[in-house]
C-alpha cells in the first residue's frame, strides 16, 4: 500500500467491515488526495449525510494489504504503523507523516492527536527518524455515551520538523499553519539516577568523521575517548605533556593508571551581589553579568534581604542565567585514556626527544602542543593519537584545489565564448 494512503487509512480509515473501508472525511478534501493513490480496480463512494461524514472505500489490493499488515479489525485505540513503514526510505517515511497529518493533524500547531497509546509511540518515531523532535502528552477528555460519561485517553503529539520536510500535503493546512520555533521542544536530561550495577565499560568509536552515532529515540551521541571540544577541553585531550604522566604510571612503573583528573581553580570565590544605590526596576541588588557571584549565593541574598521582588519573580531571569551559564569559578574533569592513546602518547614523546637531542636543530621550538584550539588539523591529530585512520580524515576534511590560475580559463577561451 502507498504510504500516503496507509497513513490516511490509520488516520481516518475504520477497518471493521467485510470487504470495504470505511473513510472519515468532512469536506471530501483528504479523499481527493487518497484517490491519487487508489488501485485501478478500486472506488469511492461518498456516503455523507444526516450527520455521517463516511465515504466508502471498496478495494480487494488495500484490505488485502491491511490484513497483511495486522491492522484489519483494529479499532482506534488498538491502531499502529507497521514496522516495515516505520524503517522505510526517507521518502516513503515523509509521505506517511503527511497521510497522518492530513487527516488527524491539527490545521494550527504541528500537533498530531490519538487514543491509541502505540500510536502514538509510533507517530513520534516517525518524527524523530526524520530528525524532527516530538513529545508526547497524555490527558484525559470527558465523553458522554449511552448515557454514561466516561473519560478517555488523549495522547497529544507536539512537534518540529526540519525545513526541508513539509509534513502536509493539504493546502489548507499548510496555509492556517503556525510556526513553532524550534526551542519550544528541545531534547534535555530528565534525570541522572545512579545504580548498584558494576559493569566493565569500553568506550567504542564508529568509523565515521564525527564519530558520531544514533541511539534511543534517534539521539545522536558519542562514546569516544577522544572527541573534538571548545576551549579548554582540546588542550587536556591532546596534550601529551598531561598525558605523560598516565603514559609513564602505567607503562613504566607498572600502576594501574587510566586518566588524570584536571582541576582549574579561579583566584576568586563567589561574593554576595551588589547592591544598587536605588531600586532599579523594582530591584535592590544588581543584575550586571559580569559580576563576581554564583547562583547559590545570589540567590540565598536576594531572598533574604530583598524578598518582596524576589517573591514577584524580578529576579528570576538573572537567577535562570546564573544556574545555566554564569561565571565558574572552579571547573573539575576527569580525562581517561585508552591503551591506544597511551601508547601513542609514548611514541610522540620519543619523537619529541629524539628531535630535542638532534643536533642540527639549536633549540626545539614547541615541545608540547599548546595551540591546538586554532590548529587546523585537530581532528586527524586526533586519529592519530588513538591509533585511528588519519590519513583517511586528512583526505575528507581537505579538499585539494589547483592554483587560482590553472582553474581560470584562458583568454583565447573568453574570446572564442
Known amino acids: 500500500?502507498?504510504?500516503?494512503?496507509?497513513?490516511?487509512?490509520?488516520?481516518?480509515?475504520?477497518?471493521?467491515?467485510?470487504?470495504?473501508?470505511?473513510?472519515?472525511?468532512?469536506?471530501?478534501?483528504?479523499?481527493?488526495?487518497?484517490?491519487?493513490?487508489?488501485?485501478?480496480?478500486?472506488?469511492?463512494?461518498?456516503?455523507?449525510?444526516?450527520?455521517?461524514?463516511?465515504?466508502?472505500?471498496?478495494?480487494?489490493?488495500?484490505?488485502?494489504?491491511l490484513k497483511e499488515l495486522g491492522l484489519w479489525g483494529k479499532r482506534s485505540v488498538d491502531k499502529f504503523i507497521p514496522g516495515d513503514y516505520l524503517f522505510a526510505s526517507v521518502q516513503d517515511r515523509i509521505l506517511l507523516l503527511q497521510g497522518l497529518m492530513d487527516c488527524d493533524g491539527n490545521s494550527g500547531l504541528l500537533r498530531y492527536t490519538t487514543c491509541s497509546p502505540q500510536l502514538a509511540e509510533d507517530v513520534a518515531h516517525l518524527i524523530r527518524s526524520l530528525g524532527g523532535i516530538a513529545k508526547i502528552n497524555h490527558s484525559k477528555e470527558r465523553l458522554?455515551?449511552?448515557?454514561?460519561?466516561?473519560?478517555?485517553?488523549?495522547y497529544g503529539i507536539n512537534y518540529w520538523v526540519p525545513d526541508d520536510i513539509e509534513p502536509n500535503q493539504l493546502v489548507r493546512k499548510r496555509i492556517g499553519r503556525k510556526t513553532r520555533a524550534k526551542g519550544t521542544h528541545r531534547r534535555g536530561i530528565k534525570e541522572v539516577r545512579k545504580t548498584d550495577r558494576v559493569a566493565d565499560m569500553r568506550c567504542i568509536a564508529v568509523d565515521a568523521p564525527d564519530c558520531l552515532y544514533v541511539t534511543k529515540d534517534f539521539v545522536v551521541t558519542h562514546n569516544t575517548t577522544?572527541?573534538?571540544?571548545?576551549?579548554?577541553?582540546?588542550?587536556?585531550?591532546?596534550?601529551?605533556?598531561?598525558?605523560?604522566?598516565p603514559w609513564a604510571l602505567r607503562w613504566e612503573l607498572g600502576l594501574p593508571v587510566r586518566g588524570f583528573v584536571y582541576h582549574q581553580q579561579r583566584k576568586s570565590f563567589p561574593e554576595p551581589p551588589?547592591?544598587?544605590?536605588?531600586?532599579?526596576?523594582?530591584?535592590?541588588?544588581?543584575?550586571?553579568?559580569?559580576?563576581?557571584?554564583?547562583?547559590?549565593?545570589?540567590?540565598?541574598?536576594?531572598?533574604?534581604?530583598?524578598?518582596?521582588?524576589?517573591?514577584d519573580g524580578l529576579y528570576d531571569e538573572y537567577i535562570e542565567f546564573l544556574k545555566a551559564e554564569g561565571p565558574g569559578f572552579f571547573d573539575r574533569r576527569v580525562i581517561?585514556?585508552?591503551?591506544?592513546?597511551?601508547?601513542?602518547?609514548?611514541?610522540?614523546?620519543?619523537?619529541?626527544?629524539?628531535?630535542?637531542?638532534?643536533?642540527?636543530?639549536?633549540?626545539?621550538?614547541?615541545?608540547?602542543?599548546?595551540?591546538?584550539?586554532?590548529?587546523?588539523?585537530?581532528?586527524?591529530?586526533?586519529?592519530?593519537?588513538?591509533?585511528?585512520?588519519?590519513?583517511?580524515?586528512?583526505?575528507?576534511?581537505?579538499?585539494?584545489?589547483?592554483?587560482?590560475?590553472?582553474?581560470?580559463?584562458?583568454?583565447?577561451t573568453k574570446g572564442a565564448e
Not at 48 to 61: I, K, P
Not at 144 to 154: A, D, P, R, Y
Not at 286 to 298: A, G, H
Open 226 to 245: 577522544t572527541q573534538i571540544r571548545d576551549g579548554d577541553d582540546v588542550f587536556m585531550d591532546l596534550d601529551d605533556q598531561v598525558g605523560s604522566y
Open 1 to 65: 500500500m502507498h504510504p500516503y494512503a496507509l497513513g490516511a487509512l490509520i488516520a481516518d480509515g475504520y477497518f471493521g467491515r467485510k470487504n470495504h473501508i470505511e473513510f472519515s472525511s468532512q469536506s471530501g478534501e483528504t479523499v481527493d488526495l487518497l484517490r491519487q493513490y487508489l488501485p485501478a480496480t478500486a472506488s469511492i463512494k461518498d456516503c455523507r449525510g444526516y450527520g455521517n461524514n463516511s465515504w466508502l472505500v471498496q478495494s480487494f489490493e488495500w484490505v488485502s494489504a
Open 144 to 154: 458522554h455515551q449511552n448515557g454514561k460519561t466516561i473519560n478517555k485517553s488523549q
Open 336 to 412: 581517561f585514556k585508552s591503551d591506544e592513546e597511551l601508547i601513542s602518547i609514548g611514541e610522540n614523546i620519543s619523537y619529541e626527544a629524539a628531535e630535542m637531542v638532534n643536533p642540527n636543530l639549536p633549540k626545539y621550538p614547541n615541545p608540547g602542543r599548546f595551540h591546538c584550539k586554532t590548529c587546523a588539523f585537530r581532528q586527524p591529530c586526533m586519529e592519530k593519537n588513538r591509533k585511528g585512520d588519519y590519513r583517511y580524515a586528512l583526505a575528507t576534511l581537505f579538499e585539494r584545489k589547483p592554483h587560482y590560475w590553472l582553474r581560470q580559463p584562458s583568454t583565447e
Open 274 to 311: 551588589r547592591q544598587n544605590k536605588a531600586r532599579r526596576m523594582g530591584r535592590l541588588f544588581s543584575v550586571d553579568k559580569s559580576q563576581s557571584t554564583d547562583y547559590n549565593t545570589y540567590w540565598n541574598t536576594v531572598r533574604e534581604q530583598d524578598q518582596e521582588a524576589w517573591i
